[in-house]
């Protein structure tokens, strides 16, 4: 069982950074894999970033690969979102998600998620 909380989110300029973290509760967390996801107004949820307990590989959607980083301390139970470059297009709720399956970037194979947390980019 793991509870997830987001934060970091706001109102940013085009060409401005974010960084978004989402604490984790839960003695297993480190065997999890711990994914962001996101959904904009009239869109589906979207794939983002992954990340193993291992913190040695790392997926990405093609739309952030270059710009975003995920990260994660286990030892803090928390897991980080480096937003770089961000383009209004980025404009989503973001959410923190895990899974015990391994890396993934469905969003129906993650079992657990935060609320999320709002990220405006204005142009």
């Known amino acids: 069982q793991v509870q997830l909380v987001e934060s970091g989110g706001g109102l940013v300029q085009a060409g401005g950074s974010l960084r978004l973290s989402c604490a984790a509760s839960g003695r297993t967390f480190r065997d999890y894999t711990m994914g962001w996801f996101r959904q904009a107004p009239g869109k589906e949820r979207e794939f983002v970033a992954a990340?193993?307990?291992?913190?040695?590989?790392?997926y990405y959607s093609d739309s952030v690969k270059a710009r975003f980083t995920i990260s994660r301390d286990n030892a803090k139970n928390t897991v980080y979102l480096q937003m770089n470059s961000l383009k209004p297009e980025d404009t989503a709720v973001y959410y923190c998600?895990?899974?015990?399956?391994?890396?993934?970037?469905?969003?129906?194979?993650?079992?657990?998620w935060g609320q999320g947390t709002q990220v405006t980019v204005s142009s």
């Open positions: 998600a895990a899974t015990i399956l391994g890396l993934r970037y469905r969003f129906y194979e993650y079992d657990y």
């Open positions: 990340i193993p307990w291992s913190d040695i590989n790392t």
